[in-house]
């Protein structure tokens, strides 16, 4: 049994916590939201009230928060994580944030003698809830071996993808591929059907030629073809469009700081910016078929 | 054995006569270039010298030519083969060329009393010579089960679209589809190398994960993880990247006529006619990668 502490208890958190509590490790929950801690301790988690009393007997923290600011605060603030964690502990942050905070929160760490990886995740509440998970993770050698074992609780894959700040570009770039299938997947079904082929015809062909794509074959855009794809519950997520346009936009910062050209990296960013202009940003990222069809 | 006219013995034209040819047809080629002709009797066909000798005893007829207005003038001018044909002969056009005429022409056929069918195929030269290209089909029912005896002989997939000018356009979406995942690919291994993530490890994460797409793990644009690319031989073709741009004009054409936004399609159009604009379109359209990562 491992003592680990686990901050930022939202949607996501609660199901990695729930696991790691399962598993049989003494698991201390604290998040800014009292509820979210009481959740956590329905689930088998003891609740905190400040970092001091979660990560002070600590071996391990794990964080999954909203963004790089809040992974600064919450690591290096004063009274934070690093006043108050034992010498030599492991920190995971499971967050999706910038790379450059992720390797600058990360060299401090390691300068303060902490091991620490960053490990942010795909597959979505339903994947934290399960346990299914997807870590990309960037960090040692030493603190990936050291980390895994609680991964491979949270997580069916896991990856290690290099230096500090690596499962950070995985991920993001990953998504940004991701965001640009999908959406030139719903040009693919919509220019077919204005043309007058039907959305299961083109799906049997395209899906067993070139135009095969994760999008289309695990996820399609387009209802009938894939039963389990979100298409086929008015696009409720799953993985939300505004979810979606946060990996976009930390992708976007980080090509413009290490000049890479992205042509359509930019334009998907444009186009789930246009679903959150129009208010539909809740829906699936999916439902970005409903901005190219006219029907948002 | 069947009497078969075939018109148009281009780079793909060749490799499909010869099969014919080789299956026991009775195969009559026709071409504007003398030379097409002699290669086509070298490799089983009997040359002829106009498009009566050519089709006057044929039960079919396939055509295989650059663009639609050759489709037209070749079907339907003074002693074309509307003129010379046999009675409830079948056409088939395995050309790529725009829905609208491809409708058009077919059109033409039926109220003439022939049958027809749009085949447009994928698969490219090496597909054509090997016999195993994929043909996209629209047409009656009773067309298309006429002609896919000879189509199975010329390819591996072979696939009834629905009606007439279907072929064409599954072919011109899935294509537009395929140009814009190999940029998008493009994108993502440019970024995460500019970032410190080599090709290789995000090959790894990402190919099992939603950024998985045919250009990635088919034909990955990154030199090294796949190694049939011609990412790994300097970009040679392949398919050229002047093919995939003539798919993609043909794209936008029935975009715009079918009123279909094509944010990304459009944006890969622009993207593959710099390429064009740079002399660089005889490489492989991967070697879009050589646009992106600025080394063109």
New interface residues.
Partial sequence: MTTIAFIGLGNMGIGMASNLAKAGHDVRALDISEDAVARAVEVGCKGCKDTSEAVSEADIVVTMLPAGKHVRMVYGDEGGVFDHAKQGALFIDSSTID?ATARAVISTAEHKGFHMIDAPV?GGVGGAAAGTL?F?CGGTKEAFEQAKPYLDIMGK?V?H???A??GQ??K???????G??M???C??????E?????AQ??Y???S????????MT??CPAPGPVASAPSNNDYQPGFAAAMMLKDLRL?QD??TT????????T??EA?YSLMEASGKDDLDFSGIMKL???TI
Avoid: C
Avoid at 172 to 178: V, W, Y
Avoid at 208 to 215: D, I, V, Y
Avoid at 258 to 265: D, E, I, M, S
């Fill in positions: 790379v795909s997807t990309m894959n990856f993808a290099g230096d700040g690596n570009v995985a993001i770039a990953n998504n940004m591929l991701l640009i299938h959406i030139g997947t040009e693919a079904f919509n220019l077919a204005k043309l007058g082929l039907d015809t083109f049997d062909i395209s067993t030629a070139s135009g095969q794509n994760w999008s695990s996820y992708a980080a090509a290490a000049r890479a050209a992205t042509p359509l990296g334009q998907a186009l190219i069809n006219g």
